[in-house]
C-alpha cells in the first residue's frame, strides 16, 4: 500500500527554522524524484522543491531559493526538506510526493502545517 507521511510542521516566528520529513513506502522509492508541495486555503497546491531519484540535482521555487533545501536518504525511504528564515508567506500545508506532474503523483498525505507568524 503506498503511504506517504509528512512531520516535521509547527508554529514558529518569522525568520524561524524548520525541518520538514516524509517517510514513504509502498513504492520504490530510491528510483523516484521527489518533490515537497505546499498548499493554503482557496489557492492551488503549488511546487516548492524537487529532487532527483539519486539526490543528485534539485530545484526550488523562486520565492525559496536560498532559504529551503530539499535532500533525501534513500536507505531510509524519506525526503527532507530544510528551511530557514522563513516568512509569514512560508504558512502553509506542505505535503511530499513524487516527481513534478500530476501523472506521476501518488494518494497523497496528510500534510504538515507550518504556520510562520509571530
Not at 53 to 64: L, M, P
Not at 71 to 80: G, I, Y
Not at 85 to 114: H, I, M
Amino acid at each position: 500500500q503506498v503511504q506517504l507521511v509528512e512531520s516535521g510542521g509547527g508554529l514558529v516566528q518569522p525568520g524561524g527554522s524548520l525541518t520538514l520529513s516524509c517517510v514513504a513506502s509502498g513504492f520504490t522509492f530510491s528510483d523516484s524524484g521527489m518533490s515537497w508541495y505546499r498548499q493554503t486555503p482557496g489557492k492551488e497546491r503549488s511546487l516548492v522543491a524537487s529532487i532527483t531519484d539519486n539526490g543528485q540535482y534539485t530545484n526550488y521555487a523562486d520565492s525559496v531559493k536560498g532559504r529551503f533545501a530539499i535532500s533525501r536518504d534513500n536507505a531510509k525511504n524519506t525526503v527532507f526538506l530544510r528551511m530557514v528564515n522563513l516568512k509569514p508567506e512560508d504558512s502553509a500545508l506542505y505535503y511530499c510526493n513524487r516527481g513534478t506532474t500530476a501523472f506521476l503523483w501518488l494518494p497523497w498525505g496528510q500534510g504538515t502545517q507550518v504556520t510562520v507568524s509571530s
